[in-house]
């Protein structure tokens, strides 16, 4: 099982936004958009061996985690906007600390970024990091952040966890996760 | 330079589509943005050294190509909807058979796939094609189609053109254009 994590730090868990501006009424939320499909779409289907958590830390006191499986999601289109709806009903279900299903394969609890380092191994993707292609041994989970920095607190959290960069451009989020996939594609992992 | 040239079958060159449906409305249209912004888009900026022909090809006799110049773009957002905001603008202007500017660096001209062929030498993405990371001399202008497999009529004007893949899994066009790119940017070129 692969694994990706995106912060999204303007996100808020409310799920009041608008489809018809995911960045500027769902605080970027256009980012985690793309980095789910880009975490589980082939041209032809879905990454059965990948899941994706979105971690909407807009609200630092109510962060939720939204996880899209793909072992298990049943329809997924490419279109950011497709992807938004799917998260807004997520955000709208009651949810605990355990995750509960608001659609095949995409569901929601309370708690982000602390909870899962509790639960995998993540390593970080950053431009400082070694290259992906000069390791031999790729690790199976990954950590991101959407267009800002990790912040202080979460520098701190994460601090010690290897890193990994994806090459000699500083790339979105998305594509750095269909850079990645496409060399654990090659390796056969 | 390099270049990216993305064939939409059944985008229509009136520009009459809402921006909230891109894919129903805009036949796929979705589709050529991403492949736009996966084309120009760095984290911190535009890869001024790229250029995007999205080729609206959804009405065979009235085909119309929009391209995207990276040295001259101003401002490009990276979500769907505001690309799909500028691919629009530029189908709503009077247009021939030389490129006019509809925004900084967006301009849109009559004519489609014929007319690329006869001024630029383009390699076709094809996942039965020479893996990039293979080849000694990666060419600098690629042509990809959507969604759909290129028509007979299409496939006769590019046959005899050299074909490359970008791994062992077929991927969507934004992001074989994203591996691409990464390829490129890897060896400095």
Chains 1, 2 share one sequence.
Do not use: W
């Amino acid at each position: 099982l692969k694994r990706f994590a995106i912060i999204g730090h303007q996100a808020g868990p409310s799920g009041d936004f608008s489809l018809n501006d995911l960045p500027g009424s769902g605080g970027r939320i256009d980012i985690l958009c793309r980095c789910a499909n880009s975490s589980m779409l082939l041209s032809h289907g879905v990454r059965e061996d990948v899941e994706c958590y979105l971690v909407l830390a807009g609200d630092p006191e109510k962060q939720k985690t939204v996880r899209f499986s793909g072992s298990s999601i049943r329809s997924l289109s490419p279109d950011e906007r497709s992807t938004g709806a799917l998260i807004k009903k997520a955000l709208s279900i009651p949810c605990g600390d355990v995750f509960r299903e608001s659609s095949p394969g995409i569901s929601v609890r309370q708690g982000g970024l602390k909870e899962l380092l509790q639960e995998f191994s993540f390593a970080v993707l950053d431009e400082k990091g070694e290259d992906i292609r000069d390791t031999d041994r790729l690790p199976d989970s990954f950590l991101l952040s959407d267009s800002r920095n990790f912040t202080e607190e979460e520098t701190g959290l994460i601090s010690g966890l290897p890193a990994y960069s994806v090459g000699p451009e500083v790339l979105h989020a998305d594509q750095a996760i269909t850079v990645l996939l496409n060399e654990i594609d090659r390796r056969g992992i």
